[in-house]
């Protein structure tokens, strides 16, 4: 593979910052350092990035692509619970897609995905109309052709055929490769029955699950009546704990359920803007810190933008608190650096960081500092200044252009116009 330097680059990788250095890459990083110690080697691409800023790519730990199709639809719609938002939008369109739709909406969200600077997505998946192979059919528009790096899974639950969709999760998760793998779905306690968690439970094998945990209170009072235990009671006597999983929200678990998930490898997602929209709380980050448990940022599919998840969790948590000073700018960069141990193990890759022996996956900005900039401030810089409307210029993963000079790999034009007449023909089966 062809060796690129990006050369007079500000660097900053949540941990260090270079404010005029070079990066020099194939698939991986080869060499990071100050312009001081630059030599060119002919045979070299070199890329001036002066008045740009290099980041690792971002990395959105719960999504789901299959929402791309919900803007603009209308449904009739009146929820009064969380329950009913459910009801009412998300499985009447989940419900109704088929193969074609998954393949669009991969698409679709690739281009977006891009554009927000992400490249690595962990996805939850749910299609009614086709089960068997949709994790395959997203894989090949979101890795293979979108080029981004996918970690999916399909929601397993009482909607749809049980059998058919823990077949689909141990399928997918036989193979995978530093772009993709597999992670055992699960919709959320409210929707399986003890009989599907006995089944889940037989075929996991130590897997890794992603499911949905407590995000309104609901899930909770339907585990109590199902099974007299709270959510996290319930998966744990399942056996379905397991490392590196996925538990999405966990809004309303209470301090017996965070203990539970004390020390097992578990990472809960949060996603406060979808909390917020869905209205049903916030999660209760210092309960989580208290029991040791990580975080990993997600922004529940409702659009692509990841830096506005990270902006919303951390004024949110301030909010909830009523305390100016807690949740940190670390506490937050400490949850996006989850996310890229947790996907770094998942892909058994090394990401997150810019540094010698790490994927050359990078977003990068356009920033000019209106103020002095170092080490001591560049976090502030990089959460005001980039964060809030980031510039994005380039996007590469493995050292591949997804991005270059502003303009993306894939055709815009061609995927919406064609996702459009698509996403009529689901509109359609919803009546
Ligand atoms: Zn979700």
């Known amino acids: 593979m062809d060796v690129k330097v990006f050369t007079n680059a500000m660097i900053y990788d949540y941990d260090r910052f270079i404010k005029n250095g070079y990066i020099r890459f194939g698939k991986e990083i080869v060499e990071v350092d100050d312009m ?3 030599k060119e080697t002919p045979g070299d691409e070199v890329v001036d990035l002066s008045g740009y800023l290099v980041l690792p790519g971002f990395i959105n730990s719960h999504m789901h692509i299959y929402s791309t199709f919900a803007r603009g639809m209308i449904v009739p719609y009146n929820p009064q619970s969380f329950k009913d938002i459910l009801l009412q939008l998300w499985w009447k369109l989940d419900a109704k897609l088929d193969e074609e739709g998954i393949y669009y909406s991969g698409l679709v969200s690739a281009v977006e995905l891009i554009k927000n600077g992400v490249t690595t997505v962990i996805d939850h998946h749910a299609s009614g ?5 949709s994790l395959n059919t997203l894989k090949k528009a979101v890795v293979d052709e979108g080029k981004l790096r996918g970690i999916f899974c399909f929601e397993t ?8 969709a ?8 036989k193979e995978s490769s530093e772009k993709h ?9 409210l929707s399986l029955s003890g009989e599907t968690l006995k089944k889940v439970s037989e075929v996991l094998n130590g897997n890794p699950i992603h499911i949905h945990v407590a995000e309104s209170y609901e899930d909770e009072q339907d585990s109590m009546e199902k099974s007299g235990t709270r959510v996290v009671e319930r998966l744990e006597k399942f056996g379905l704990l397991t490392k590196n999983s996925i538990l999405a929200h966990c809004v309303h678990i209470n301090e017996h359920e965070a203990s539970l998930l004390k020390d097992k490898g578990i990472y809960i997602a949060v996603n406060v803007t979808s909390n917020m929209n869905n209205a049903v709380g916030l999660p209760k980050t210092k309960l989580f810190k208290e029991y040791g448990i990580p975080i990993v940022i997600g922004n529940d599919g409702l659009g692509y933008n990841i830096t506005r998840d990270w902006m919303n969790l951390y004024f949110s948590q301030k909010l909830l608190y009523e305390t100016p000073t807690y949740f940190s700018m670390d506490d937050l960069y400490e949850g996006i650096k989850n996310g890229y141990k947790l996907a770094s193990e998942l892909l058994n890759v090394k990401l997150g960081k810019i540094k010698e022996g790490y994927k050359a996956d990078f977003t990068v900005v356009k920033y000019t500092p209106p103020t002095p900039v170092d080490e001591t401030n560049i976090a502030g810089h990089v959460f005001f200044g980039v964060f809030d409307k980031p510039d994005i210029r380039y996007v590469l993963v493995d050292g591949e252009y997804l991005m270059k000079d502003g303009k993306i790999h894939l055709n815009e034009e061609e995927i919406y116009s064609a996702a459009s007449k698509v996403a009529k023909k689901v509109w ?4």
């Open 129 to 133: 109309m086709i089960i068997k192979g």
């Open 157 to 164: 639950s009482d909607r749809f055929n049980v059998d058919e």
């Open 36 to 38: 001081q110690n630059y």
């Open 428 to 431: 359609k089966r919803l009546k």
């Open 166 to 173: 823990i077949e689909e999760n141990v399928e997918f998760m």
């Open 181 to 189: 793998a597999g992670m055992f779905g699960l919709h959320a306690s």
